[in-house]
């Protein structure tokens, strides 16, 4: 079964400090590994995505790894701010239109 | 540049009443285009994409239908909804490896 793991469901963290978000997927085939920020009662934000022959992706703040072999892949904020408060999204395609999407990380930032 | 456009942003409708959603989008030429629908602490599930005008694919059966009468337009509609129709609804467009660009979403509460 095509599957996205999301952990942990939810994160507090304090303003300044850095955070990992995991992802672990079980898709086959599988070809590209995406992360989206969605804020609350909006429309998911493209932040990164990675080919299965990429290691590592990032966007300002924001760094994505992925490990094709272990099939895991984990998003890294540096120095996070109350913007980046949020739910971040784990997204893995399969090829033509399945694409599966994780439940989510909800990331609190507090001052 | 490509935009994207869907409304209402929220929605309050009894039981048994028709639904229609619209979207729109700007800047692009025969878009793939998808309807998902995002519950409380669950990934996005696809219910309809489209590759063309009156090209409609569903993924799971519901109490809900899509059209597209032109290129840039996406109509999610229902002839009688029901409560387990409440929910956050997302249009998306994607032109393949780049992902895809997502609406503001639409909440729907079936009262």
């Known amino acids: 079964k095509n599957q996205v793991e999301q952990s942990p469901q939810s994160l507090i963290i304090l303003e300044g400090k850095n955070c990992t978000l995991q992802c672990n997927y079980t898709v086959s085939p599988f070809s590209n590994l995406r992360w989206y920020k969605q804020d609350t009662g909006r429309g998911p934000v493209s932040l990164t995505i990675?080919?299965?022959?990429?290691n590592t992706k990032s966007n300002g703040r924001y760094t994505a790894t992925l490990d094709a072999d272990t099939k895991q892949s984990s998003l890294h904020i540096t120095a996070s701010q109350l913007s980046d408060s949020a739910s971040y999204i784990c997204?893995?395609?399969?090829?033509?239109?399945?694409?599966?999407f994780g439940a989510g990380t909800r990331l609190f930032v507090k001052a | 540049s490509q935009t994207i456009h869907q409304w209402p942003a929220t929605l309050v409708q009894p039981v048994g009443s028709p639904l229609s959603l619209e979207c729109t989008v700007e800047?692009?030429?025969?878009?793939?285009l998808y309807w998902y629908r995002q519950a409380a602490g669950r990934g996005l599930q696809l219910l309809f994409y489209s590759v063309g005008i009156g090209q409609i694919s569903s993924e799971v059966p519901q109490n809900l239908s899509a059209s597209r009468p032109q290129d840039r337009q996406f109509i999610l509609s229902s002839k009688k909804l029901l409560l387990s129709d409440s929910g956050f609804y997302l249009c998306?467009?994607?032109?393949?490896?780049?992902?895809?660009?997502f609406g503001s979403g639409t909440r729907l509460t079936v009262v």
């Open positions: 998306a467009w994607s032109t393949g490896e780049d992902g895809y660009t």
């Open positions: 997204v893995a395609d399969t090829g033509g239109f399945k694409t599966i």
């Open positions: 800047g692009t030429s025969n878009p793939n």
């Open positions: 990675m080919t299965f022959s990429e």
